[in-house]
């Protein structure tokens, strides 16, 4: 085989309480990747559909590229590939746009070459690319790419990475304001210390969103859906923020937060009634304020990143 397609998803980093720790995976969008392998053993982008002109084709500065690299120099891979991008997620949006096109480039690869590894060993390599993306190498956007459902990062040092096991169905709406806000910027404004009591608060909210997830309680994951560290940070970028998390309520949402660094608020909600309603409820908020924005309503996506042709 010499050209490979991967699709791989949006996702939603932290959950409200689980800061760098905690994802789950869209059904869509998504971006997708085309390989193909080369003579030699560059890796180089061709080309990139769909982002304006503005991501690099520099393959050092491209998440897909660098993922790619990460995974050639662990595994001694002895050929080069050309990546073709179709970047579909927007930029700058809080919706795992860069590390999507990390996943894909990983399972993309990793077929190409045979299948050698893991889709829990690929986690690594696409957290490469976050490094260069934003200066963090976070895998809470990458894992969750890359496995589907809800993941949990428990560790960072060293990693461990677990694909929470829940049969729960529920629908996620993103509202996307025509805003960007660079992850590195708001990951900078975020304070490197935090009060044993929010330390506290978050722990007890982290426990209860994942045994509600567990035991079907919609009570419990309602309850645990808030964060005291960085959204009370970040609601800065979001215009009426806590408005926002009270239109979704009130629509009858299990709760709302921001989806990963923002702008993006994303909802969950037990159905897909609801959770389109939370949207357009969201969309005409942003508009009275004359910003645009555009809804997506998906399922979680069970199972990840997949190889396409
Ligand atoms: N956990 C990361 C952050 C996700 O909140 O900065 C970035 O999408």
New binding site residues.
Partial sequence: MDTIRAYAPATV??VCCG??ILGFAMDSPGDEVVLRRTRNDEVFVSAIHGDGGLLPLDPTKNTASVAVRAFQEATGLRFGVSIELYKNLPLGS?M?SSAASAAAAVVAINALAGSPLSRHELVPFAMEAERVACGSA?A??VAPSILGGFVLIRDYQPLDVIKLPIDLELYCTLVHPHLEVK?SD??KILRPVIALKDSITQSGNVAGLITGLFTKDLSLVSRSLKDVI?EPVRSVFIPGYDRIRQMAMECGALGAGIS??GPTMFALSANREVAQQTGARLQQHFSSLDIHSDILVSKINPEGAEVRS
Wanted: hydrophobic share 20%.
């Fill in positions: 980093a932290n800061f760098d809080g795992g976070h809470d956007n992850t708001s990951r960085a990963g660094s």
